[in-house]
């Protein structure tokens, strides 16, 4: 494959040079386009660019991330936008993509679609990576003719749920890491520290008050009964991640994080804004309001809600609006419906949407922020608690032990 050597400009004027493997020279300009830059020269040059890094880096596998998504379909976007056709395009991504599960892919996706199948459904026989939303997607835009802009609002809506999901977990990871430490602070304490004191406490004859000797009894139990104990968590770590895989266990957990305190509104508020603004692009990418219903209930990542959307599809077979099957519902605030409500009477659902997805995005960094300020002070109490019960179980024995010697 011939090399070709290219100057283009980033987006903010940069020049930048390079060279890169091409069939021809327009392949090398959509592939310049790809990398985000905008070129201004293209020139087939001799000898041969060493790709080693590249086939060493494209080794990588595991879940395609969002990161490599969006990369996905911004390039496919770019070349398709260029003029290549679908063959000639996924044969590039082919040759750029480093994550090997997406590479995989790709070469099968061609395959298909040079044996007859449409785009939409190629992507479909990959649902690990290509999700319902994606494919329901890619195949509005075959029907209506206007993939450019179908893929353009698809970047929109991976970015956006990438970035509503990336605030919700950071949230969560912070009260997970302190609890964790606190946990083995508490283990620290309780087999390595609090046994010498008791030793010393015993030898001196000093009575041992109720907050050493219940500590004590738990150092006891956890030194005769380790081996059972850590087989044990073991056990019950696995059993929990495999049931609550199971539907009825995502169920089960989704509805006791919805009513928890602190985090069961930042769920809602972030299941809220992704079905906002993924129903008004599919509402104006040409899905059918049935098909999007159905579509939203597979990736609104929720149990609880999505059977929520379940029930609403059956309404919506039966003749009946959107708004009033979800009034029965606890999940949809309000003001959610009503805005539904309005955009259908008005016929202006995709506006209404829209504004409530701009809403409910502020909501989430709101909540999420709350969420930060009011579990910080709850994990210092709690982390009070325990050094201040391990603190009365050396103190109170020490105090009498040096009464004693006085």
Known sequence: MPTYTYRGFTESGTETRGT???ENEQMAMAMVAAKGLIPSAVSKSGGGMDFAWLKKASKKSGKVKAADLILFTKQFRTMFRAGLSITKLLEVLEQQTE??????????????IRQGS????????HPAIFGSL??????????????VEVLERMIYIIEHDYKVRKQITSALIYPAVVVVMLVGAFIFLLTFVLPQFVVMFSKAGVALPLPTRIN????????????????????????FIAWSKTRNGRYILDTVFLRFPLVGPVLQKGAMSRFASIFAILQSSGVTVLESIRVISGVIGNVVIAR?????REKLEEGR??????????????????????????????????????????EVEYAVGRLTELITPILTVGLAGVVG?????IYLPLADLIKAMK
């Open 20 to 22: 890169l493997e091409a």
């Open 99 to 112: 994550h090997q599960g997406l590479k995989d892919a790709i070469v099968r996706i061609t395959q298909d």
């Open 118 to 125: 449409a785009l939409h459904e190629a992507f479909r026989r």
């Open 134 to 147: 994606y494919c329901s997607m890619l195949q509005a835009g075959e029907s209506s003719g206007s993939l």
């Open 216 to 239: 004590m009894a738990i150092y006891e139990f956890l030194k005769g009964n380790w081996p059972f104990v850590v087989v044990g968590f073991i056990a019950s770590v696995f059993g």
């Open 308 to 312: 929520e959307f379940d029930r609403l």
């Open 321 to 362: 609006g959107i708004s009033g099957p979800l009034r029965s519902s606890r999940w949809f605030p309000p003001m959610v419906i009503n805005m539904i409500a309005i955009g259908e009477e008005s016929g202006n659902l995709e506006e209404m949407l829209r504004e409530v997805a701009m809403h409910y995005d502020f």
């Open 389 to 393: 019960f391990f603190v009365l179980s």
